[in-house]
């Protein structure tokens, strides 16, 4: 089984996430980890993960052009994640981070989404609760993979 863990990052911080989610599935299948802006080949990955930072009230454009530039995905099982503060301001924030961030994510794609995940972003220290929760997150999404089921509605960081 092969797993392409994709994303794009401006701080780096997506970038560490996407590593943790690989180092979290190495042991279990053969990942690859690399940035959609290096237009990487999707065609013999199994399970695709793909993630994007929020900047101004969107997915990094990188990312989005890449799906588009993948026929969305088609065909393929997809997980997906972001990362933003947003969740930060409660139940308002979820809902906004669902409606407005998680929705210009997965529109593009066409393929089978079996998982959606907000991860708390941050803009100077790392977030080590957000790289364990990436982890965790990963194990879930193998499971989901492998047993053909769907983790339902989007994830949000625990409290």
Known sequence: MRICILYDTKRGSTEKVALKIGEALKEKAEVKVERASNGFRVEDCDLIIIGAPIYYERPLPSVINFIRSKN???????????LCIADKFGEFGKKYTEKRYMRLMVN?????IIAKKVFDGWILNENPKTLEDAKQWAIRVLEAFQTEKIIAGVEHPSE
């Open 108 to 112: 593009p794609i066409k393929g089978e």
């Open 72 to 82: 969305g995905l088609e065909g393929k099982k997809v997980a997906v994640f972001i």
